[in-house]
């Protein structure tokens, strides 16, 4: 054999190996994305209309405690968001009334009259979609870790099998088009690296239609809620 | 020092410079959620995962893999394939900002707050790891043609 072959194989032999380990982490680098999905404990909200502040309740608490210490989102008022709670009749004939507030503007009124339901059920549907929105804040959090780990793996993975076949072309040396398809192998196994990458950021790119579509109905309900405020100041229940 | 060692030295700094660059960038996003999720601290992030960045590191600094790479592996494939790495990691992390962002800041609770100045950290690591990355390509390049082109001096 060759001196210099000689010489060499040790390190080509270690660099097989490496790319031999690391080619099964590029092909499997698409599936943590769905395995850790399907791991992931199911959330579940339980929300009550009358209580102001949300409650969560999750398979795990201490999950979301993060997200629950966003209870301030509880607070409407404080947002400057329409709200509303249980308050006294006092001179109003109905037996269930509610005070309504939007930026700083509170009045009572009894539920009988249909806005003051449609207010409640728009000022519920604002406190689901924060609820929805911290969720998906949580599922965000994964989706980018997983994108990350996916384009370090696949395309790290890529450069390992690409090292073994560009150093394999150097030791070797071949001639002709032997040796432009081993270079194009190299370089085509990083791009299909890249590429699974690309898929798992454009993938996620999904989450952000999801974020868009919870701001967009809290908005929505937001704006319905106002109307109904609006309504009922300019012409209260009779 | 001949120009071919030199050659190999820089390729070795640029092979360890990269590797720490997306290794640092991952493991704080990481640390980030691992913390937030906190006492269910791999609620998230499965440990396993945190395992092979450290081998990495190690097969590095213990093994000198980054010698060895630079040693066998051409230098035109070693950075074409760290720029290639490092491009798609800011990329991941512009999506990442991107989704931080995508919610009005009036609607940002302290559990987005966070998020958006973890993702903040992460850009910032694998900018200036990509940054890092193309000056020290250029310089093992310039190392490589000195040490290819014949002695003058």
Redesign the interface.
Known sequence: MNPDLKR?RT??I??MI?GLIAFP?ATGAAF?LQA?SAV??ALQISYEPDIPALEFVTE?P??I???V??G??GDLAG?GLPSYQRAACGSIDDDICYEICYLGECFIYGDDDDRVKRYKDKVDEVKEG?AK??LA??G??????E???T???S??A??GV??VI??I???ADPTGIIKGLAVGG??LS??G??AI??G??VG??A??VA??QI?DE?RIANEDAVFEFNDLKQDPPG | MNNPDLAIKKTARLVRVAAWG?VL??ML??L??VI?????FF????PL?LI??II?LIAIHVLK?DV??S????RW??V???L??SL??L???I??L???F???S??A????Q??QI??IV?FIVFAVSFMLNLVLSVRAMQASDEAQSPNVA
């Open positions: 060499l390190p080509i270690a660099l490496f982490l943590p850790a992931s404990p795990e201490d999950f405690a993060t997200a210490d966003a301030e989102i947002e924060f929105l911290e804040r949580i965000t959090g994964e989706t980018i870790w994108t990350v780990g384009c370090l793996k395309i790290g890529g450069m690409g090292g560009a150093g072309v150097v030791v190299a370089i990083v791009l690296g890249g990458c690309g798992a950021v996620a790119g989450d952000k974020e868009e701001v809290i | 997306q960038g991952y996003f990481s980030s959620l937030e999720d906190a006492p269910a609620s998230r992030v499965d995962e092979w960045p990495l893999l060895v790479v040693r066998f592996v051409p494939f070693i074409f394939g760290i290639v790495l798609a990691t990329a991941a992390s999506m990442a991107s989704l931080a995508g919610i009005p009036a609607f609770t302290s559990g987005w966070y998020l973890s993702t992460m």
